[in-house]
């Protein structure tokens, strides 16, 4: 006889932050422009929806990433919590201090894993986009502000294929040494597979000990919630994750949506793991952004009825 899926104890379940990435990484490659006033509301809805800490914009070149070019215009009128933690991407020393200047509460620095795809998506060489990262990571510490370090492309890039895993971890390893907030692992254009995810964070984490490491997974293979899945069995307590799966890189051909929030925080609750998310909020929050975007959004979660009490879509 079938009985009900149960989930162990409250004392038993891990605790897994999902950071959200939608107003920046969801939004970057979509053509469509989403107005000041709609990127607030979605960080309203995300915050409704138990975000904590938010990638809120890019300080990025606006020519390269119109959809970014309100950036200070959206830290000016993002609601103000002690509770929350608004993040500004920055690929430079120029993006930095504009961040800092807009008031943003974390930097989000980024280094690339391979040489071409840093030179296409920031103008820098591997080497000097780690660099220019960790030097990035010290002004914040001395404005009295936290950063974060992702290395991007650490499971293939788009122009060289694949990336040697003792690359990722000398990267890791050498970010480690800026003390960042935290390192995350990118899969920028969703080549990865859990094996890969697990084997990745193993070598890294031999490397770099307890250290603080987020994960981050694009889904443009289908293999993205999996790698989540992946990256908690392997310790990982930090997730990305995109309101409706909304996402993609202007400079990687055919890299599609982030895994998504709601998708995401699902498969964690069902799992046994708790989350910051509500899973309602944010599915309303999906429906909410998909008809702000005039399109379908990824997200399976939010287009499935609810089961077992969860995933009621309001």
Same mark, same amino acid.
């Given at each position: 006889?079938?009985?009900?899926?149960?989930?162990?104890?409250?004392?038993?379940?891990? +605790?897994? *932050?999902?950071?959200?990435? %939608?107003?920046?990484?969801?939004?970057?490659?979509?053509?469509?422009?989403?107005?000041?006033?709609?990127?607030?509301?979605?960080?309203?809805?995300?915050?409704? @929806?138990?975000?904590?800490?938010?990638e809120a914009t890019s300080f990025v070149n606006p020519k390269k990433v119109p959809q970014m070019a309100d950036a200070e215009s959206v830290m000016t009128r993002v609601p103000r919590r002690d509770d929350v933690t608004y993040i500004g991407l920055v690929l430079n020393r120029r993006g930095a201090e504009r961040a800092i200047a807009a008031g943003v509460d974390e930097l989000?620095?980024?280094?690339? @894993? %391979?040489? *071409?795809?840093?030179?296409?998506?920031?103008?820098?060489?591997?080497?000097?986009?780690?660099?220019?990262?960790?030097?990035?990571?010290?002004?914040?510490?001395?404005?009295?502000?936290?950063?974060?370090?992702?290395? @991007? @492309?650490?499971?293939?890039?788009?122009?060289?294929?694949?990336?040697?895993?003792?690359?990722?971890? *000398?990267m890791a390893k050498a970010a480690a040494q800026a003390h960042p907030r935290e390192i995350a692992l990118a899969d920028t254009i969703g080549v990865a597979v859990p094996r890969q995810v697990e084997e990745l964070i193993g070598l890294v984490r031999r490397e770099i000990g307890d250290f603080p490491l987020r994960a981050h997974f694009h889904n443009t293979r289908n293999t993205g919630i999996a790698n989540v899945w992946a990256a908690v069995e392997a310790g990982v307590r930090t997730i990305d994750a995109s309101l409706g799966g909304l996402g993609g890189c202007p400079f990687s051909p055919g890299a599609s949506g982030n895994v998504a929030?709601?998708?995401?925080?699902?498969?964690?609750?069902?799992?046994?793991?708790?989350?910051?998310?509500?899973?309602?909020?944010?599915?309303?929050?999906?429906?909410?952004?998909?008809?702000? +975007?005039?399109?379908?959004?990824?997200? +399976?979660?939010?287009?499935?009825?609810?089961?077992?009490?969860?995933?009621?879509?309001?």
């Open positions: 006889m079938a009985t009900r899926f149960e989930s162990p104890t409250d004392e038993a379940l891990p +605790m897994i *932050e999902i950071v959200e990435v %939608s107003p920046r990484d969801g939004l970057q490659n979509e053509q469509t422009l989403l107005s000041t006033e709609d990127k607030v509301s979605l960080i309203e809805k995300a915050i409704e @929806a138990g975000a904590r800490r938010i989000g620095t980024v280094c690339v @894993a %391979s040489d *071409e795809f840093a030179a296409r998506n920031q103008g820098q060489s591997s080497a000097e986009s780690l660099d220019i990262a960790c030097e990035n990571i010290a002004l914040a510490s001395r404005e009295g502000l936290s950063a974060q370090i992702t290395i @991007a @492309a650490s499971f293939g890039c788009p122009y060289e294929g694949t990336v040697e895993p003792e690359r990722v971890v *000398e929030t709601e998708d995401v925080a699902y498969m964690l609750e069902r799992s046994g793991c708790r989350s910051n998310i509500d899973l309602v909020r944010a599915i309303q929050a999906s429906h909410w952004l998909g008809r702000a +975007m005039d399109k379908t959004l990824p997200s +399976m979660v939010a287009r499935a009825p609810a089961f077992d009490g969860l995933g009621a879509q309001g």
